[in-house]
């Protein structure tokens, strides 16, 4: 069965006392050329500094954990968000990450205590080398995106988000490897059959296409990842689950170029003083470029999904 309203309750409820809920910034729409009012939610100020900490949270106390811990492959921000938990509910944890993880990612990892193995060029890479250690040493996968306590968790942010904005008519969602967007869909997805229509578009930069993919094709399909986003947003592979939800519950996948993530960064930090990686600044991306044009009057929420961004990356915004 896919995720629901009632899974993502039950999720808000194990996790609330773990999370921070985080805030919503109403706008005026014509700050991104749109002449309706905007919804920012700022989910960037979550533990570990992106979306995913509500997953690895619902993960790690909704089923029994071994004595050898837990163990993911991540970008990074799963992987910090998995090292997070397991450090605040007293459990060890070994993450993998590949070569192209960011240097804040890496260093916010070993800050949160668990265990971390660099190796492979690409996401894959890690994820191989995980399974091998899982199968070694007995310890639990935490999948980023692609099992249900890492969709239901996300969905959260839905939930939040439907008391802080009401009045939402569609919202904008960064995709990785979908768990987020899933989550977020799920949620609206069971509201919709009750008279309460979000619709939920997926943003996608044009070289890191997963979702998209799998949509023109009709099924899951494995696709090159070359992005400035791919340490955030580089899954070769949405998975069955993922593509099983979005089938029916994303309204479409917008795509967004390099160069529309680089000014979608920059204008965060320039207008709102936002330091968001570029992952994080796909979402509005989509809205500042016009990969998606909202109708006139429509009331637009933009997921800002990450922040995990290094010195660096944070002075040339600032250029």
């Not at 069965?1 to 808000?12: K, W």
């Not at 029994?64 to 997070?84: D, K, L």
């Not at 943003?203 to 955030?232: F, I, K």
């Not at 330091?275 to 016009?290: D, F, K, Q, Y």
Request: glycine residues 12%; aromatic residues 4%.
């Amino acid at each position: 069965m896919l995720p629901d309203q009632a899974d993502i309750r039950a999720a808000h409820d194990r996790i609330r006392a773990h999370i921070r809920r985080t805030p919503v910034l109403d706008l005026d729409g014509a700050e991104f050329g749109h002449d309706g009012r905007v919804s920012l939610k700022l989910e960037f100020l979550q533990h570990a500094g992106s979306f995913k900490s509500r997953g690895a949270f619902n993960a790690l106390t909704s089923q029994p954990i071994p004595a050898a811990g837990v163990t993911a492959a991540s970008g990074g921000n799963h992987g910090a968000a998995v090292a997070f938990a397991a450090r605040e509910l007293g459990m060890p944890a070994c993450i993998f990450v590949p070569e192209i993880a960011s240097a804040a990612k890496i260093d916010l990892i070993r800050r949160c205590g668990a265990q971390i193995v660099i190796g492979g060029q690409r996401y894959a890479d890690a994820q191989a080398a995980c399974d091998l250690h899982a199968a070694g040493s007995g310890a639990l996968v935490i999948h980023p995106f692609c099992a249900e306590a890492t969709i239901a968790g996300p969905g959260t942010v839905a939930l939040e988000w439907d008391e802080q904005a009401p009045d939402l008519d569609t919202v904008l969602v960064a995709v990785g490897g979908g768990g987020l967007v899933s989550g977020l869909a799920s949620w609206w997805r069971d509201a919709s059959g009750r008279g309460r229509a979000v619709k939920v578009v997926g943003v996608e930069p044009e070289g890191s296409r997963a979702l998209h993919a799998a949509l023109a094709a009709g099924g899951t399909v494995d696709v090159e990842v070359n992005s400035v986003a791919a340490d955030s947003l580089g899954a070769r592979n949405v998975g069955d689950l993922v593509y099983a939800i979005c089938r029916e519950a994303v309204d479409h996948v917008a795509l967004v170029t390099d160069e529309a993530i680089r000014d979608a960064q920059r204008r965060l930090w320039r207008d709102l003083r936002i330091a968001a990686e570029p992952g994080g600044a796909a979402a509005l991306a989509a809205l500042l470029s016009g990969a998606y044009r909202p109708a006139p009057g429509e009331r637009v929420g933009v997921l800002l999904c990450g922040a995990n961004i290094d010195g660096r990356g944070l002075a040339e915004l600032a250029v």
